[in-house]
């Protein structure tokens, strides 16, 4: 009998130098090795780490590549003789606009990502979704843009993945959900007190006790933001308003999310805490092959434990409710707040606790919009950068 040649995926990753962008590598390696998916990475695209980007883009044979700090332009050219090197702000947006690819893994931190995600959407590609700003700042927009141009996104945030996999074959849409509950580690500050977490260091901050993540993602792991974008990109991914969307804190992260159904049956996902499970799942969707990732030991595994989040402490949440009661460009304006917010705290610029505080503040300065083109998004977006900026001038005494 002959045998069946593996479906070739061609894929662009979009922060390749990054920890989801390293472990898509790791997944793609694992599958072409195990002849499962065939993919060919035909883009990498990176934001200064031009050293990195080229070892990748020598190792996958790459035709194209972008680095989005011009200055080093001569720097990948010179490593990378006869590949495309796209350069500057707009470089990933290029780079998706110009390969030909089938797939694309957004792992782009921060809204900077978005104009290259759009560009994926326009093309009708498939999308591994790893930037939640993409949603929580463009949910509007980018919603009607999936349909009109058969363009299909599928979750790489644990959470989601998860949801999206306990959704998978279920036909009675969106009116036989009753709620989806995100789970939650809890961060660093899980059993902190209020009071001493708006006094947390960087170096305490970053020391996230489950998941090993960059600096801005482990800041939005401790103030909650995180959890809090994950709410309103819930919102958007599911068609759920906030009232059906729940958090609560998983401190073991094995349980990576809920589905509540009508007749009160619940279906949970569960895995160990290895990011390359829905990495894989993205990839490889809708089948499922051989894992790379870490597999449950169930006798090491003694209690799970569910805690109901602490609204008081962790602000963060009860914003991203409101945001999505708001709509419009409220969430753009949450986003870039908190970017900027989170920035100014890696930089000593602020304390811990002024984080939030900060978005809150802007979220009430900065009237929403009707979020309708990109134009109105990025507007929102540098409105709310300005606003925290100028609240930081100052470093901390």
């Not at 306990?166 to 902190?192: E, I, M, Q, W, Y």
Request: glycine share 6%; charged share 20%.
């Amino acid at each position: 009998m002959q045998m069946t040649k593996p479906h070739m995926r061609r894929l662009i990753i979009l922060g390749s130098t990054g920890s989801i962008g390293v472990n898509t590598l790791n997944v793609v390696r694992h599958l072409n090795e195990s002849n499962s998916t065939q993919i060919q990475v035909v883009g990498l695209a990176a934001g200064h780490r031009a050293d990195v980007l080229i070892e990748q883009a020598k190792e996958f044979g790459v035709a194209a590549v972008a680095i989005a700090d011009q200055s080093q332009r001569k720097t990948v050219s010179d490593g990378l003789n006869g590949v495309t090197v796209h350069a500057g702000p707009d470089a990933a947006q290029r780079l998706v606009e110009e390969t030909d690819a089938t797939d694309v893994c957004a792992a782009m931190v921060g809204s900077v990502g978005l104009p290259a995600t759009l560009a994926a959407i326009e093309k009708g590609l498939t999308i591994a979704l790893a930037n939640k700003e993409t949603l929580v700042a463009a949910g509007a927009l980018v919603s009607p843009m999936l349909r009109e141009h058969s363009a299909r996104l599928i979750p790489v945030d644990s959470e989601h993945s998860a949801i999206f996999q306990c959704l998978h074959g279920h036909r009675g849409g969106r009116n036989d959900v009753k709620r989806v509950v995100l789970t939650a580690s809890g961060g660093p500050f899980r059993n902190v007190d209020k009071l001493s977490m708006a006094d947390a260091t960087v170096e305490e901050a970053l020391n996230h006790p489950t998941w090993k993540m960059g600096p801005k993602i482990s800041v939005d792991s401790a103030t909650m933001m995180n959890k809090a974008l994950e709410i309103v990109e819930a919102h958007w991914l599911f068609d759920l308003p906030g009232d059906r969307i729940d958090v609560i804190v998983h401190p073991q992260s094995v349980v990576h999310s809920f589905v509540e159904f009508e007749d009160n049956s619940i279906l949970a996902q569960l895995g160990a805490p290895d990011m390359k499970t829905p990495i894989q799942y993205a990839l490889t969707y809708p089948d499922r092959t051989v894992g790379c990732s870490e597999a449950m030991d169930w006798s090491k595994l003694q209690t799970l434990d569910f805690h109901e989040p602490d609204f008081d402490k962790f602000e963060a949440l009860g914003l991203a409710y409101q945001v999505v009661k708001t709509g419009g460009t409220a969430g753009a304006v949450l986003n870039a707040a908190n970017e900027a917010s989170v920035a100014a705290f890696l930089e000593h610029q602020i304390s811990f606790g002024r984080i939030v505080q900060l978005v809150a503040e802007a979220l009430q300065a900065i009237k929403a919009r009707p979020a309708d083109s990109l134009e109105a998004i990025l507007a929102a977006d540098r409105q709310a950068r300005s606003f925290v900026i100028d609240r930081t001038a100052q470093p901390v005494a």
